[in-house]
């Protein structure tokens, strides 16, 4: 009896995709995120969030950057669906470009925090040793440090603007993805494929980043989104104290900075109900999104 060559088994294989006798992780995964309607609706409203953010000129009815001071502390009506600020801003036009600024902070940071969290958490684990005692101390040294601590020095020093805001997320946010990557590759780089990666003669850098990340792509996924609602709250911390995204820039922090006041939040609520809520919306819809990929990519979960 012959033995079926490699390709044929790769035919076969396709031929079974196709027909659907079997899934692909992809489909497997999808199919499992659909099963958590929280997740489902988190994903649908981000993304309206993100959709907003990107047509913002063509939503907005108004100039955000316009304040018309005869019309100040409006309370909403068909001209104005969010009311007008103390200042005769209109309230809507502001909240949605904010979103486009407060996302774009969150985002970048969310990137920039990959970058230096996975590359220096996988030199740690991959090398070991002293290598990994001597990284891993500098990086309980910052965590030893209260995260909104660390974020207010650091931003109080330089200038404030957005991309100041998102360096200074990303440089506090990247140790804790740093130290799920580590402990993903002290684990990964035990299993055979890494040893016969090594064996074949294939450099450092390629068996890391080509062999060992692409198989922690789970935990990294669901930190990865979970840190963007994170930066939204940072970003928004930072600019209500005045040390992130400045006026005339709108964005939803800076954006509650004008109902610090008593009376403001007595007789004109509506100018930190709206920024508040898309803050509270935009968080929850993210960890939504966050706890459905942390089920559907667990490999236990076989429903």
Same mark, same amino acid.
């Given at each position: 009896?012959?033995?079926? *060559? %490699? ?13 659907? *006798? ?12 659909? *099963?958590?309607? %929280?997740?489902?609706?988190? %994903? !649908? ?5 993100? @959709? ?8 907005? $009815?108004?100039?955000? +950057? ?12 068909? *001209? ?34 990959? %970058? ?9 684990? +991959? ?22 601590? @660390? ?19 990303? !440089? ?7 130290r799920i990557v580590r402990g993903e590759i002290l684990t990964l780089k035990q299993r055979d494929f890494v040893e016969a990666a090594r064996a074949t003669g294939e450099v450092?850098?390629?068996? !890391? ?9 789970? $935990?990294?996924?669901? !930190? ?31 954006? @509650? ?7 403001? @939040?007595m007789f004109y609520p509506w100018v930190a109900i709206f920024p508040g809520l898309l803050i509270l919306i935009s968080v929850m819809s993210v960890n939504f999104v966050g ?13």
């Open positions: 009896m012959s033995v079926p *060559k %490699l390709a044929d088994n790769q035919a076969i294989l396709t031929e079974w995709q196709e027909q659907g *006798k079997i899934e692909t992780r992809s489909a497997a995964v999808w199919k499992r995120f659909k *099963k958590n309607k %929280l997740a489902v609706v988190g %994903l !649908i409203v981000f993304s309206c969030l993100i @959709l907003m953010a990107i047509f913002a000129p063509l939503i907005a $009815p108004h100039d955000p +950057y316009t304040n018309v001071y005869e019309e100040a502390n409006l309370a909403p009506s068909l *001209k104005h669906p969010f009311g007008t600020d103390s200042l005769g801003g209109d309230v809507f036009s502001r909240a949605v470009y904010g979103t486009r600024v407060s996302l774009t902070v969150a985002l970048a940071a969310m990137v920039f925090t990959l %970058l230096i969290g996975i590359t220096y958490g996988a030199v740690s684990g +991959y090398f070991g040793g002293a290598v990994d005692n001597v990284m891993m101390r500098i990086v309980d040294a910052i965590q030893s440090i209260p995260s909104l601590f @660390l974020l207010l020095i650091i931003a109080s020093i330089m200038v404030p603007s957005i991309w100041t805001t998102v360096f200074v997320l990303s !440089i506090v946010g990247w140790t804790g993805m740093s450092k850098p390629s068996i !890391i980043f080509y062999h060992i990340l692409p198989n922690a792509i789970a $935990p990294i996924t669901v !930190i990865a989104t979970l840190d963007i609602a994170g930066n939204i709250l940072a970003e928004a911390s930072l600019s209500f104290l005045g040390l992130g995204i400045q006026a005339p820039t709108p964005s939803w922090g800076n954006m @509650l900075t004008q109902a610090q006041d008593l009376s403001t @939040l706890d459905g990929l942390r089920d559907a990519l667990d490999p236990r979960n076989k429903n």
